[in-house]
């Protein structure tokens, strides 16, 4: 295993219930530090302890795994969720145990150790995994970057406050936030600049609130409020301009200052009848009205012909049309040896060149493929492309044999009926070794069907190909699962890397995912490396490979040979 610096910890005492007679009096002479460990009678003592001393965690001592560690750790499940949990094992366990153990809520597993027990440590990891198993949970409805209420807890405060406003026959207003041209400020100053920017902002329209209304974080740089109990149209409109003003006030970032500004769009539920998706559409059609006229404004509603649907028609129809002409083409992004800093490989990401508008960012795009449909028809030309592209760059000698092309596949995508055969007719049509091809899915997409889900991901790698899961962290579902996917690659995702070198929960999560990675004969990418520093740490962790601006870009494929001769 590699040898990390300890993680800074808070918890100093450890409560220790005993399933064998001598092993407690184990524990505590091979414990080391400054923690203290303290005998349990019992379960209920075990709880009472733990109730009164919250800051402290739980330790269960076994000769072994069996029934009752395993019983036992299901009542802890269900009395005291938020405990951190150690279990201490006299006897190896194997893998598929370990992870087990994970999934009935476990932070850390201490086999018995050659040469004592650094019992500081094993306090610090537990707290720092189980306060992130906490995030989570509370992620899935707030978000994580702003603390913000997400889109999930926002429809139900709108379900909810429509129902009471047309109980009490109050009025309700929702607004619409979209900060303009903010991809600007992520080219400029990278993503870490944009999420910093990000958290200013909300901190600012939480300053321009009530504690009754709702302030929430839909999107990447779209927010929507909800404001209780107004009547008025005037009166939305002066929350929305002291909003908009408030965003528009400059933002220190570094020695640099950044200007912001949003437009606005909103209706009253008076005007619509209480009825929830006739307001959003109208607070949504505002907001492109206002983004129509100029942008940092703010836009009541007007009864018109929807521009909003003018713009997706529009984009509808020149998709249909972007393969033909041309407009389509692949970017590709670096993988990296974390150690050698060799070569290993590239993701091919879509990218439209539209004829008259330019470049059409794939947030904007993507999505509208992936409801039309288009999706299996431009996914499909994406592999074949990629696969031609990496081909020829292996008959030229320009890229290592054992190197990957990396594909992402849609939601759609995936659960085409026909996905094996059109990678099947990829490779023989272009040549690639199967060897050479990786399809990557994000954790998502295999969170309901999993047991068709293996047999689809068994059948793909049957042909030869790799299989990675993508934003691997975020889908906030069970480790346990992994053991029965048959995947190669595990990708961390960048809201868990950025912030490794200060932040010791998301240190000791990447941690986390790295052992249960390599336990599981699994490779580790990590995503959205920037900086040199955060490299190293990841080399300590025993990371395998990684991307990121600190090593390229996504860039054209005229570029990579030059790229692939750097880490050579």
């Known amino acids: 295993m590699t040898q990390v610096s300890p993680i800074p910890h808070q918890r100093s005492q450890l409560f220790c219930l005993s399933l064998d007679d001598s092993a407690f009096d184990f524990w505590q002479a091979q414990a080391r530090g400054e923690a203290l460990i303290s005998r349990c009678d019992g379960f209920a003592d075990m709880s009472s302890q733990w109730l009164q001393s919250p800051d402290s965690a739980l330790a269960i001592a076994a000769s072994h795994y069996d029934g009752r560690l395993r019983d036992?750790?299901?009542?802890?499940?269900?009395?005291?969720?938020?405990?951190?949990?150690?279990?201490?094992?006299?006897?190896?366990?194997?893998?598929?145990?370990?992870?087990?153990?994970?999934?009935?809520?476990?932070?850390?597993?201490?086999?018995?150790?050659?040469?004592?027990?650094?019992?500081?440590?094993?306090?610090?990891?537990?707290?720092?995994?189980?306060?992130?198993?906490?995030?989570?949970?509370?992620?899935?409805?707030?978000?994580?970057?702003?603390?913000?209420?997400?889109?999930?807890?926002?429809?139900?405060?709108?379900?909810?406050?429509?129902?009471?406003?047309?109980?009490?026959?109050?009025?309700?207003?929702?607004?619409?936030?979209?900060?303009?041209?903010?991809?600007?400020?992520?080219?400029?100053?990278?993503?870490?600049?944009?999420?910093?920017?990000?958290?200013?902002?909300?901190?600012?329209?939480?300053?321009?609130?009530?504690?009754?209304?709702?302030?929430?974080?839909?999107?990447?740089?779209?927010?929507?409020v909800l404001l209780d109990n107004i009547n008025d149209t005037?009166?939305?409109?002066?929350?929305?301009?002291?909003?908009?003003?408030r965003i528009n006030q400059a933002i220190e970032l570094g020695e640099e200052e950044v200007f912001v500004s949003a437009?606005?769009?909103m209706e009253l539920a008076t005007r619509v009848g209480f009825d929830?998706?006739?307001?959003?559409?109208?607070?949504?059609?505002?907001?492109?009205?206002?983004?129509?006229?100029?942008?940092?404004?703010?836009?009541?509603?007007?009864?018109?012909?929807?521009?909003?649907?003018?713009?997706?028609?529009?984009?509808?129809?020149?998709?249909h049309h972007a393969l033909e002409r041309d407009e389509l083409y692949l970017?590709?992004?670096?993988?990296?040896?974390?150690?050698?800093?060799?070569?290993?490989?590239?993701?091919?990401?879509?990218?439209?060149?539209?004829?008259?508008?330019g470049s059409i960012p794939p947030a904007v795009f993507i999505p509208v493929l992936e409801d039309t449909g288009l999706i299996e028809a431009f996914g499909e030309w994406a592999i074949r492309s990629a696969c031609r592209q990496y081909q020829q760059w292996l008959q030229q000698g320009q890229v290592p044999?054992?190197?990957?092309?990396?594909?992402?596949?849609?939601?759609?995508?995936?659960?085409?009926?026909?996905?094996?055969?059109?990678?099947?007719?990829?490779?023989?049509?272009?040549?690639?070794?199967?060897?050479?091809?990786?399809?990557?899915?994000?954790?998502?997409?295999l969170m309901t069907s999993v047991e068709q889900n293996a047999e689809l991901l068994s059948r793909l790698r049957e042909l030869g190909i790799g299989v990675a899961i993508d934003d691997f962290g975020t889908g906030y579902s069970s480790l346990a699962y992994l053991k029965n996917l048959p995947i190669d690659v595990l990708k961390i995702d960048r809201m868990f890397v950025k912030d490794i070198v200060d932040n010791a929960d998301d240190a000791a999560i990447a941690h986390s995912i790295i052992n249960l990675a390599h336990n599981l004969g699994l490779k580790v990418i990590a995503e959205g490396v920037e900086d040199v520093e955060v490299l190293e740490i990841l080399s300590l962790l025993g990371c395998d490979q990684y991307q990121g601006y600190y090593f390229a870009r996504p860039s054209n494929a005229a570029d990579i040979p030059d790229l692939v001769a750097r880490c050579r």
């Open 263 to 265: 437009s606005i769009g």
């Open 234 to 245: 005037h009166i939305a409109e002066l929350v929305a301009d002291k909003l908009r003003l």
């Open 276 to 319: 929830a998706g006739q307001l959003v559409r109208r607070a949504e059609l505002a907001l492109h009205q206002a983004k129509q006229q100029g942008r940092q404004r703010s836009q009541l509603y007007e009864d018109q012909p929807s521009p909003i649907s003018s713009v997706r028609a529009g984009l509808e129809s020149s998709l």
């Open 72 to 224: 036992l750790l299901e009542r802890l499940q269900l009395t005291l969720p938020d405990a951190p949990v150690i279990v201490l094992l006299q006897q190896p366990c194997g893998a598929d145990i370990a992870v087990e153990l994970i999934d009935l809520g476990v932070q850390e597993v201490v086999v018995s150790p050659e040469s004592g027990w650094q019992l500081d440590d094993s306090l610090a990891l537990a707290s720092a995994r189980k306060h992130h198993e906490l995030q989570l949970q509370r992620s899935s409805h707030y978000d994580c970057l702003t603390g913000l209420a997400n889109r999930t807890l926002f429809q139900d405060r709108l379900d909810y406050s429509l129902a009471q406003s047309q109980r009490r026959q109050r009025g309700l207003a929702l607004l619409f936030i979209d900060l303009d041209r903010f991809r600007i400020v992520n080219d400029v100053f990278g993503h870490d600049g944009g999420d910093e920017v990000l958290k200013v902002i909300a901190a600012r329209l939480q300053q321009c609130v009530r504690r009754a209304d709702t302030l929430a974080r839909l999107a990447g740089n779209s927010f929507a």
């Open 331 to 357: 970017a590709y992004q670096p993988q990296v040896q974390v150690d050698s800093r060799r070569f290993a490989g590239v993701e091919a990401l879509m990218r439209w060149q539209h004829s008259s508008l």
């Open 401 to 445: 044999d054992n190197s990957k092309v990396s594909v992402n596949l849609s939601p759609r995508q995936f659960r085409q009926d026909n996905l094996e055969q059109i990678v099947r007719r990829t490779l023989t049509e272009t040549g690639l070794p199967a060897h050479n091809l990786m399809l990557e899915i994000t954790e998502s997409m």
